[in-house]
């Protein structure tokens, strides 16, 4: 089945310097890669997601690339505000086998003011 | 369009009591994945079902727990005879027949005593 390796575990920036946070899978077949943000006793929610015909998407201060050669994708995030704070969690799905997202273990962004 | 709606959202079960979570999906969405998360750590996929069916149940534990989601009413995960290692926040998500965009309830979050 697919695996995804999340890093770092834990990332520290200055308040309106960049983050990036990067991922690796294993299984060739997968085709999406949704990226969560999860605040303390909260829901995850989706922050922004890309599929695997396309290299790079941007939302606004989020973008998200792809590698597909090398099977990793990450996130940035530029000019980083204190509610940036959270966990963020990468996914992988569209491989062989379940439709099911299998998750990194995720990074814990902390924003320094 | 409500969202994904779980309950109940804290769950105080006894050793060897039964937990019956609830997962309601949004509204056209007609599948549902259960995932568990413990402390600190990420989300683990458990099961993935479409109206009367389970797709895959790789991530369910062999014994004690079950799902299924039924051609009318919310989807529902039990889990018998729980133990201590039962704790954790339990998240359902749901996403549309077209599409692999998931998104999640607020989760059920069982204490086992």
């Known amino acids: 089945g697919e695996n995804v390796e999340q890093h770092p575990s834990t990332l520290s920036v200055q308040e309106g310097d960049s983050a990036v946070i990067k991922c690796t899978y294993s299984?060739?077949?997968?085709?999406?890669f949704p990226w969560y943000k999860q605040e303390l006793g909260k829901r995850p929610q989706l922050i922004i997601d890309i599929r695997s015909n396309v290299g790079e998407k941007k939302d606004q201060r989020i973008a998200v690339t792809l590698n597909k050669t090398a099977k990793h994708f990450s996130l940035h995030i530029t000019e980083t505000q204190p509610e940036d704070s959270a966990v963020y969690f990468c996914?992988?799905?569209?491989?062989?086998?379940?439709?099911?997202?299998?998750f990194g273990k995720g990074t814990h962004l902390i924003i320094q003011p | 369009n409500a969202g994904v709606m779980q309950n109940p959202r804290h769950l105080v079960r006894r050793r060897g009591q039964e937990a019956r979570l609830r997962c309601s999906p949004m509204k056209g969405h007609s599948h549902v994945y259960w995932y568990r998360q413990l402390p600190e750590e990420g989300l683990k996929f458990m099961v993935y079902?479409?109206?009367?069916?389970?797709?895959?149940e790789s991530g369910m534990p062999k014994e004690r727990f079950s799902a299924e989601f039924p051609k009318e009413g919310p989807s529902i995960l039990r889990i018998q005879q729980v133990v201590r290692g039962d704790s954790a926040a339990y998240f359902c998500?749901?996403?549309?027949?077209?599409?692999?965009?998931?998104?999640f309830g607020q989760g059920t979050r069982l204490t086992v005593v």
């Open positions: 299984d060739s077949a997968s085709n999406y």
């Open positions: 079902l479409q109206k009367e069916n389970i797709i895959d």
């Open positions: 996914a992988a799905s569209g491989g062989g086998g379940a439709d099911g997202l299998t």
């Open positions: 998500a749901s996403s549309p027949q077209e599409g692999n965009e998931a998104f």
